[in-house]
């Protein structure tokens, strides 16, 4: 979660009995099962480990080898071959994902630059040549706003 002020926090919350009809005393084990932690990680380094770790394995720009490097050196933790190809394809993950979104957005950018052309009567034909979207993307474009 993103931290608020840019302080990192840890909040737990629980689940508690409450009596709305009659006076029935449940067990607490039996709804006592579920809780929520959320952790905010913040933009500063804190003194409580847990935080740097998850800053590191989670908002650290650092790729898979200094994460694991880092692992060792600054929390004691030494990773298995299985491990390091775990963390290797997190990280491969995430940029991926990052990587994804921005085409997606360039993408889209190109579409809405499209629509308006069309809208503002600009020819099919050079819509497609500057936005750079097919040709057949551009007529489909048209056809589902109603401009052809």
């Known amino acids: 979660m993103e931290a608020p002020h840019g302080k990192s926090a840890i909040n737990r919350y629980q ?11 449940e067990p607490c084990q039996n709804y006592d099962l579920i809780g ?5 990680l ?16 989670f ?5 898979a080898s200094e994460k694991i490097t880092a692992l060792h050196n600054d929390f004691g933790i ?24 921005v085409m997606k957005g360039k993408q889209e950018g190109k579409i809405e630059s499209a629509l308006e052309m069309l809208k503002d009567g600009v020819a099919l034909e050079k819509v497609a040549k500057y936005s750079k979207l097919s040709s ?10 109603k401009l052809i």
Not at 15 to 25: A, F, V
Not at 59 to 63: C, E, H, P, Q, R
Not at 89 to 100: F, K, R, V
Not at 136 to 145: D, T, Y
């Open 15 to 25: 689940l508690k009995e409450q009596h709305l009809l009659h006076r029935y005393k």
């Open 36 to 40: 929520i932690v959320f952790v905010y």
């Open 42 to 57: 913040g933009n500063s380094k804190v003194k409580d480990q847990l935080i740097n770790l998850l800053d590191l394995m």
């Open 59 to 63: 908002k650290s720009s650092k790729n």
């Open 78 to 101: 030494d990773l298995t071959k299985e491990g390091e190809e775990d963390l290797e394809i997190m990280c491969n993950l995430g940029e991926g994902l990052y990587e994804d979104g």
């Open 136 to 145: 057949s993307m551009i007529e489909k474009l048209a056809k589902q706003n």
